[in-house]
């Protein structure tokens, strides 16, 4: 369940909002000034902030800046505004605000902005999670690197590694991991392959990644990873 942090002074605006919000399924916490603010958004982690530009005790455009300093857990942020000048418009995007909506509005079309904005982020968080847990192999050079961490892998290990991350979400029975590491016709038995996956996994798991990247499939062999399937 998201939780959303509607910023804004005027009553009748901050209580609609908070009751379509809360309707919708959202955890809602409403405030009418940035005080009231930043101290909600220390006292609990805030997916979005719905941010009213003017305020009594200061200027909405101060608490963007504050949200998208490096380094702070950013939630995503919409800006309500009276201000409908192109210039407020594009400074409030350029400092990082998801999305403008201009006063008067319709408290449905602001639902309807914080699900578009909050399906957007999550998308991109999700995309985020399956690249940080994918090896980035560089075939010229031949390294491998997870994270921040270098693989230290023999060439059998990175020609494995490099068959899996090329089809993530693929079954390989054994006689095709030779076919494609070792070479057509190459002769090996199932124990010297299961323990170069071993290797590699440990390896894997020594740097951060999950050994689980790639998964034995019984009677058959191995499956290359598909981390996207799991974000």
Same mark, same amino acid.
């Given at each position: 369940?998201? %939780?959303?942090? !509607?910023?804004?002074?005027? =009553? ?10 809360? %309707? ?13 603010? $930043?101290? #909600? ?6 997916d ?5 530009l ?8 101060d608490?963007?800046?504050?949200? %998208?300093?490096?380094? @702070?857990?950013?939630?995503?942020? &919409? ?12 400074? #409030? ?16 079309? !602001? ?8 399906? $957007? ?8 999670? #399956?690249?940080?847990?994918l ?7 031949? @390294? ?23 089809? =993530?979400? @693929? ?19 199932? %124990?010297? &392959?299961?323990?170069? &996956?071993? #290797? ?17 499939? $019984? ?7 598909? =981390?996207?399937?799991r974000?």
């Amino acid at each position: 369940m998201s %939780r959303v942090l !509607v910023v804004e002074d005027e =009553p009748a605006i901050l209580e609609s909002l908070g009751f379509v919000l809360e %309707r919708d399924g959202f955890t809602v916490a409403l405030t009418p000034s940035l005080q009231a603010a $930043r101290a #909600a958004l220390d006292t609990a982690a805030t997916d979005l902030v719905v941010l009213d530009l003017m305020l009594p005790d200061g200027s909405g455009f101060d608490l963007i800046s504050e949200l %998208r300093q490096a380094g @702070r857990a950013q939630p995503a942020l &919409i800006v309500l505004s009276s201000r409908d000048r192109e210039v407020d418009r594009v400074r #409030a995007l350029e400092m990082g605000a998801d999305d403008y909506v201009t006063k008067p509005f319709s408290p449905r079309e !602001v639902l309807a902005r914080v699900g578009a904005v909050l399906r $957007r982020t999550h998308q991109t968080e999700q995309r985020t999670a #399956a690249d940080d847990a994918l090896p980035q192999l560089n075939a010229v050079t031949r @390294r491998a690197v997870l994270g921040a961490m270098a693989l230290d892998l023999t060439r059998v290990e990175f020609d494995l590694l490099a068959l899996f991350c090329a089809t =993530p979400g @693929r079954a390989f029975s054994r006689s095709e991991i030779i076919d494609q590491v070792w070479g057509s016709g190459f002769a090996l038995s199932d %124990r010297t &392959i299961d323990s170069h &996956i071993k #290797a590699l996994r440990k390896k894997l798991v020594d740097a951060g990644g999950d050994a689980n990247l790639i998964e034995t499939v $019984r009677g058959i062999g191995y499956r290359s990873f598909d =981390p996207s399937a799991r974000a």
